[in-house]
């Protein structure tokens, strides 16, 4: 009998784009492992923002999940056919009249 067992792998999507991630995976390790750091603009300055503390506490990996805003991504887990969103895009400038 066999120990090494390859963990589940489930598909998922980021940002449109499909992938595959281990089951139970962090959301946050997935999105790292994708060569994604970037994860949200600061809603003041419009700085990039990534992961910071990995548990929960900073906000700074606040992302979309299943069409549930301000997910944190470091206490999330992925699961099959999850929907990721990051928040990168630039912030709207506000009109000048």
């Known amino acids: 009998m066999s120990t090494n067992s390859q963990p589940e792998t489930v598909t998922l999507t980021i940002d449109g784009t499909p ?3 281990w089951a139970g995976q ?10 994604i750091w ?5 809603p003041v300055n419009g700085q990039l923002r ?5 548990m ?9 999940i299943n069409g549930r805003p ?3 991504s470091c206490t999330a887990h992925v699961t099959d056919g999850m929907d990721i969103r990051t928040h990168t895009e630039p912030l ?3 009109a000048h009249g």
């Open 19 to 21: 992938g595959q991630a």
């Open 26 to 35: 962090s959301v946050t390790a997935v999105l790292v492992a994708a060569g």
């Open 38 to 42: 970037p994860l949200r603009r600061n």
């Open 50 to 54: 990534g992961p910071f503390c990995g």
């Open 56 to 64: 929960g506490v900073c906000l700074e990996c606040e992302v979309t």
């Open 70 to 72: 301000g997910t944190r």
């Open 92 to 94: 709207p400038t506000a």
